[in-house]
């Protein structure tokens, strides 16, 4: 480690000209001459796929000790992180169940999937809970420059009912502030660029549309900061400074791309100005900055709405022309049943795009996915019967230490999905006494 | 909650018993899955309390054996149970197994001519089961407001586990009219093995247990047995074997009547209205530190127990019989129908329907030649 004579500040930005604001990666100098290596942050993320995932596909073969030992087409992808992550099975959300309220499990089950009760089956006044993400938020985020981060890649309705009498508020958010108040995913990945690195304008079009045809790197206003900056830095630290600045440029990049494309693609189209028209595209320019968000330390906690409960979305880019949503309700037709098995595939394949950059982004002595506690999973099992039982759950990364990946562990059936929420907010430094329908935390010694 | 626009189906009886001690867990098991296969009640879950692999098996060769075959098309249709997990049984996990018992291994262990079992079900570890609190728990919050009764057969633990669920006891207030406890002798009588089991278990219940309690006693159970008779002669349809004939002459030499308090508990249950048994007055059961009760009657209490009534002696009898001889009424198919899709309350244990597992794919039936009871 390069040792300075003064440790520069954890929270330190480069300014510039205008409203640019970058925040820092973690940085060798960022700990003081002598002292104690600095404990990094662990960091929450939450991914949810909708309309459940073909299980077949799903559960890995395993070795006495849980270690995987063969993985299934869906769970092919992640190969590379066997060591990094745990399969939870038979995890399950009760409160997504119909529980006398009749049809709308896609309403029920995105909505219970973070505040862990049944949601009030309404399109009007809607009720459900704080989420846990947002618990955690509320204890740490004062911390980081944003509580928390909401990010999403399809519909951010908020009003009108999207499944059988639920409020598209359910289907279309993760994250809820209180009873009565959800947190929106951002999608426009411009958007959310601009909220991270300018002063969290929302551009007009017109403005936007100004700014491209001026348009600098948000890196060339800070151009004098980092100059600065840099000749206090020892050579790692001038090398990481470099990588970090150089993916903001990268996401820059692509998100000029995108606009250029939407363009060309169709001028008329109302997608948000910066929201690509390719699936990996848009999920790669998201997770990008997640890990920026991350890696800056701008926030410890995520909520990712990949697609929302329900979604129709076809999948061209990979030959699916049909809704995602009408596949799943497959009834055991082999040629939908494929198709749902590759947009399942097609989902972990991006995620494991995003696991490999956190993998590979060192902090300290460790690496960002090692200080990371990312949940990927779904609020349905089987997406054509709409079950709530044993959902797929993947928990990734080791959180810091507390977590000891590689293994799939199965708890016994009926085993509330509000545990795992719980082991988090604990792991998270926020535990509680209760959380929605839990029963108590996961068995510390199987995560552990 | 109540449901929007369902009616109310019968009531649904969620059983918790230490299965396999006795021979009357599994005469009350029987009796319920049949009483279920006539669409009288449903059986809406089952938890045991007894910490033994081998008792959920046994559990759930039963309830299959007692449904007939399972109903075509289960895989292709919409719908999620209402409020459990389909085949799904609560079993008891305190860390340490109990006792086998010699009916738990027949059952298990019986194999058929062609070596099959003979007995067959999909249990096979731990991890296929779930624990008791969270079994009850999950189920409750899927019925009518006050349709659902909770039938105790053995210690009171899972129910101590139950109410210790974060936020529960609203919500057992709710959706349970009453509990009947087959736990203890009254007014005052000898130890009760399955209060001796767990003393601690069975004052919090009595205690705390946020609805009426219709406590059952042994003495009731020593009044009304099941006749040896019955093993004998009511099961000739069932070849090669019948699980409970096979249980029945496991658990004692034959011949013999197995007292059931278990049975009464869910006789009544079933038929609350029906003047099978007398009431006692309101009071309050206390647990003694040898494991004895005690009712001290007075207004306002929130315990009575059961008082056979010699007059109903026959008719309780031939209930019995009737219902744990007859034959399994086959399912219908998962998926819509008779509380169909994702139906509010209609489901028990498994489908979406009436029938415990499955549901009843034909209108109820009454039971023949069981007249009904005096007054």
Known sequence: MYITGKALSRRTVLRGMGTAAVALPFLDSMVPALAAPTKSPVRLAFLYVPNGIMMRDWNPAVDYEGKFTDFPRAMKPLEAFRDDMLQL??????????????????????????????????????????????????KIGSQTRFPSLELGMDDARQAGDCDSGYSCAYTNNLAWRSDTQPLPPTLDPRVLFERLFGDGAILTPEERAQQAKDRQSILDFVTADTKKLETSLGPTDRRKLDEYLSSIREVERQLEKAEKDNKQINP?????????????????????????????????????????????????????????????????KPDLMEKVSQINEYHTTQLAGFLAKLKATKEGDSNLLDNSMIVYGAGLSDGNRHLHEDLPTLLIGRGGGVLKPGRR??????????????????????PVENFGDASGELNPASVS | MQGRGVVKPPTGIAFDTDFGNDIDSFLTLAFLRSIAGKGTARVISVSISKANLKAAQAEDAITKFYEGPPPPGRGGAVGSPVGGNPDMVG???????????????????????????????????????????????NILLAQNDLN???????????????MGLYGVRPQITAKVKYLVAAIGSYPNGAVD?????????????????????????????????????????????????????????????????????????????????????????????????DGRTRFTPGPGGKHRYLIADPAQKEKITALYTELVSAKPVPRAAFGRGRGGRGASGAGGRGASGAGGRGFLPVAPEPVANIPPPQE
């Open chain 1, 409 to 430: 562990i199965v708890y016994r059936r009926e085993t509330p999905m509000c545990n795992l929420h719980m082991t988090l907010m604990d792991h998270m430094g926020v």
């Open chain 1, 268 to 332: 008329g189209m109302d997608k948000p100005y910066g929201v690509p028209a390719d699936f990996a595209e848009h999920f790669k320019l998201l997770t990008d900055m997640m890990l920026i968000a991350f890696q800056s330390d701008m926030t410890r906690v995520m909520t990712f709405l990949v697609t929302r409960e329900g979604t129709s979305r076809a999948y061209r880019e990979i030959g699916i022309p049909d809704g995602h949503h009408p596949c799943t309700h497959h009834q055991n």
């Open chain 2, 148 to 162: 659902a009764v909770v039938v105790l057969d053995g210690p009171a633990t899972s129910l101590v586990q139950l």
């Open chain 2, 91 to 137: 079993l008891a996990d305190n860390g340490k197994m109990a006792n086998d018992t010699p009916i738990l291994n027949l059952i298990v262990a019986k194999k058929d001519a062609e070596g099959k079992p003979a007995y067959p079900g999909s249990i096979a570890k731990l991890l296929d089961t779930a624990e008791p609190g969270l079994t009850i728990r």
């Open chain 1, 89 to 138: 099975g038979n995890l399950t959300h009760n409160s997504g169940r119909a529980l006398l309220d009749g049809a709308g499990d896609h309403g029920r089950c995105s909505g219970s999937y973070l505040t862990g009760i049944q949601v009030k089956k309404t399109t009007i006044d809607i009720k459900a809970s704080i989420s846990c993400d947002q618990i955690i938020a509320n």
């Open chain 2, 193 to 289: 093995a399955a209060i001796k089991n767990d003393i601690a278990a069975a004052r919090k219940m009595f205690a705390e247990w946020p609805t009426p309690i219709i406590a059952v006693g042994s003495e009731l159970g020593d009044a009304l047995p099941y006749p040896a008779t019955s093993i004998e002669k009511d099961f000739a349809w069932a070849v090669p074997s019948h699980p409970i004939v096979d249980a029945y002459k496991a658990f004692k030499p034959m011949p013999y009547d197995a007292p059931v308090p278990g049975m009464a508990a869910a006789l009544y249950a079933t038929y609350p209205d029906d003047g099978y048994f007398k009431l006692s007055e309101p009071g309050t059961i206390t647990v003694l530190d």
